[in-house]
């Protein structure tokens, strides 16, 4: 029987996040479903307009499609009130355009925070680099066994874990004035105005700090005889 070894691989990449896609939920209510929508509409249209006013690209705002939800008395079927909710998703990419989207919360009352998910803009490349570093990772340790143990090895398999994407809050800096924050990194569940302590020395210039992306690799070598 050929013998085999199996080396595994490990690779940590590191990426400064490109963008952010803040998610806002636009809320109206009112005994007529038709003016329940119309009040939803006209919500939107001046959130826009007030993202605009900030430089905000019309191209990265998009609404999704409403859903209404009738409320109902404690007697009877005829819905008391209709509540219209829709879903605006704003694409940002710096600090200037992640406050100015932030900021409509405190502009609306019918506009609430509902997440910010962090990006690249290639997240494919990012994985596909990743995997190929974890290669690089396994190689480095079969030349070092062939060296240590006078072996010659060829790879006849390969495996791989899914490619894992976290993110990293610790290297997110802390810009002077107020910044809205709260929840957690890449899944906000709740957005709060804070007071941000002055950066300090060596402080990440990077808003919304870093993506980690993880990888383990197996790699199976077959022996094929000594090394020269």
Same mark, same amino acid.
């Given at each position: ?7 595994? #691989? ?7 996040? @490109?963008?952010? !896609? !803040?998610?806002? &939920?636009? *809320? ?38 409403f859903s209404s939800t009738p409320r109902f008395g404690l007697f009877g079927e005829k819905a008391k009130s209709y509540k219209v909710e829709n879903l605006v998703r704003i694409t940002v990419e710096d600090e200037h355009e992640f406050q100015a989207a ?6 609306? *009352? ?8 962090? @990006?690249?803009?290639?997240? @494919? ?5 990743? !995997? ?20 010659? /090895? &060829?790879?006849? $398999? ?5 490619? /894992? ?11 002077? $004035?107020?910044?809205? #924050? ?19 020395? #060596? ?5 919304? #700090?870093?993506? !980690? ?13 000594? &090394?020269?």
């Open positions: 029987m050929p013998k085999t070894v199996s080396i595994a #691989g490990e690779a940590e990449l590191r990426v400064p996040v @490109e963008q952010a !896609v !803040v998610t806002l &939920k636009v *809320t109206t209510e009112n005994k007529s479903l038709h003016e329940a929508l119309r009040l939803n509409q006209e919500v939107r249209s001046k959130l826009i307009a007030y993202l605009k006013s900030h430089d905000m690209p019309a191209e990265r705002v998009h609404a999704s499609k932030a900021s409509t919360v405190d502009q609306f *009352t019918e506009v609430q925070f509902v997440a910010a998910d962090f @990006e690249v803009k290639d997240k @494919e490349a990012m994985k596909a680099k990743a !995997v190929a570093q974890a290669c690089d990772n396994a190689n480095k340790r079969r030349d070092l066994m062939e060296e240590k143990f006078g072996l010659s /090895l &060829k790879a006849t $398999g390969f495996s791989s874990a899914p490619v /894992l994407q976290t993110g990293d809050s610790e290297k997110r800096p802390y810009p002077s $004035g107020s910044y809205y #924050g709260g929840g957690s990194f890449g899944g906000y569940s709740s957005i709060q105005k804070v007071e941000a302590p002055p950066p300090g020395p #060596g402080d990440d210039v990077w808003l919304f #700090g870093e993506l !980690v992306y993880t990888v383990i690799v197996t790699v199976e070598y077959r022996v094929v005889g000594k &090394k020269e």
